[in-house]
């Protein structure tokens, strides 16, 4: 299957780098190369750094930019950037770009494991290589199950799914993917599985643990900011509320100056803000947008400038 991946809010996140035909500039989630091929249009003598940590979006981007004089592409997680940048020989970028999540061509192709709308082994890595779903739902205890849908998927049958899948693995391991789905539906009240599909959440949860996204995303934030040079721009777009609570916080302490108490008559903690935010709020889909892509309904931009 071709790796075909729809970005969103695509004018938006390209204005909003404000890329320069002689900047540098990496796209740390390169995916099927939509984004990227935006950036490169825009570039005469500028370089593009595309990373991905799945073998199949390296594939195709290496092959759909391979007569363009402008790219480099690394495989990678996005959480190693500033090392993925360094080792080019390059101290500095003018933007960095994060589409934060699972992509469409990994949702959509069944033997990836990652979707309860098809019959498929539990797979669900991006990389295709370390811990996988399997490996979680049926090694993991009740505890840790518990905690995690919880936690990730924001599941408030978290417990009775949980004590599901412990139940159902007693007597034989769960296998695929709609094996799973099965176990979660019966776990939930009947009137939980008229509120969309009832595995939505613990799919997304069991995901996240699989990949360590929110860990990345932490670790990628940093490091993309730390490759920034004066002026640089760091533009995430994130798809669930845990990955957006995790942006605006970080770019808010970026660009907090002093923490000094209000009644203190001069500052003496010597803070000054790092960055200042390029939105003021996330960006959100068009109506458009929302008409042509269902994907890009829960997408949320957020772009901040180095000082």
């Known amino acids: 299957m071709e790796f075909s991946h729809k970005p969103v809010l695509l004018q938006e996140t390209i204005d909003a780098l404000a890329i320069k035909p002689d900047g540098i500039y990496v796209d740390g989630t390169a995916g099927g190369g939509g984004h990227s091929s935006e950036i490169l249009k825009r570039l005469t003598t500028g370089r593009l750094i595309s990373i991905d940590q799945d073998p199949d979006a390296i594939q195709t ?134 509120d969309g599909h009832p595995a939505r959440k613990t799919f997304q949860a069991i995901r996240i643990a699989v990949n360590g996204e929110l860990d990345c995303l932490e670790r990628g934030l940093n490091e993309a900011f730390s490759v920034l040079g004066h002026g640089g721009r760091l533009a995430v777009i994130t798809f669930h509320s845990l990955e957006d609570r995790i942006v605006k916080r970080k770019m808010t302490s970026w660009c907090t100056g002093c923490t000094c108490p209000k009644d203190f008559p001069v500052c003496i903690c010597g803070k000054k803000p790092k960055a200042e935010l390029v939105t003021r709020k996330p960006v959100e889909a068009s109506q458009q947008e929302l008409a042509e892509n269902q994907r890009s309904r829960s997408a949320k931009l957020r772009v901040c400038e180095k000082l």
Not at 94 to 108: A, E, F, K, P, T
Not at 169 to 190: K, Q
């Open 61 to 194: 981007v290496s092959e759909r930019f391979k007569d363009e004089p402008c790219s480099i592409i690394r495989q990678g997680n996005f959480a190693e950037i500033a090392s993925i940048v360094r080792s080019l020989g390059i101290d500095a970028v003018d933007g960095v770009l994060l589409d934060v999540g699972v992509s469409s061509y990994q949702l959509d192709t069944p033997e990836r494991g990652f979707s309860y709308h098809y019959d498929a082994p539990l797979d669900m890595r991006m990389s295709k290589s370390g811990t996988s779903a399997w490996d979680l739902v049926n090694g993991w205890s009740f505890n840790e199950l518990m905690k995690i849908i919880y936690t990730y998927g924001e599941e408030k049958f978290a417990k009775s799914i949980a004590s599901a899948i412990v139940k159902q693995r007693d007597i034989s391991p769960i296998n695929t993917t709609l094996e799973l789905a099965n176990v979660i539906s019966g776990a939930v009240p009947a009137a939980a599985r008229r």
